[in-house]
Nanobody, 119 residues
Framework: QLVESGGRLVQPGASLRLSCVGSGHAFFRYAWAWFRQAPGQERELVAATTWTDIRQYSGLVKGRFTISRDSAERGTQLQMTNLKTEDTAVYFC???????????????WGQGTQVTVSS
């Protein structure tokens, strides 16, 4: 399973770091991704990384968010800077054996962590 942490209420312009830790499975050479879902909207891909650190970002967050892998290959982090009110959402981490799979049909999902950006 995957467990996210780090979500909270912040003001616009703030930074926040989300973490995701996996357990109960060997995530050796897995691809990781972060998705988010705002109220009334569909879940959308935010960022993804392969085990070789090839990274992709949504155009809405590119230049502000950075995805990274845990060095022990047990999870992923999402560093978010210059947060905007439109970044408010529940953020989910996901894992799969390939980049294509993690972006389209992940094997593992976390339960989500709430990020609220508001003044």
């Amino acid at each position: 399973q995957l467990v996210e942490s780090g979500g909270r209420l912040v003001q616009p312009g703030a930074s926040l770091r989300l973490s995701c830790v996996g357990s109960g499975h060997a995530f050796f050479r897995y691809a990781w991704a972060w998705f988010r879902q705002a109220p009334g909207q569909e879940r959308e891909l935010v960022a993804a990384t392969t085990w070789t650190d090839i990274r992709q970002y949504s155009g809405l967050v590119k230049g502000r968010f950075t995805i990274s892998r845990d060095s022990a290959e047990r999870g992923t982090q999402l560093q978010m800077t210059n947060l905007k009110t439109e970044d408010t959402a529940v953020y989910f981490c996901a894992a799969a054996q390939t980049a294509e799979q993690v972006m389209t049909r992940p094997e593992f999902w976390g339960q989500g962590t709430q990020v609220t950006v508001s003044s």
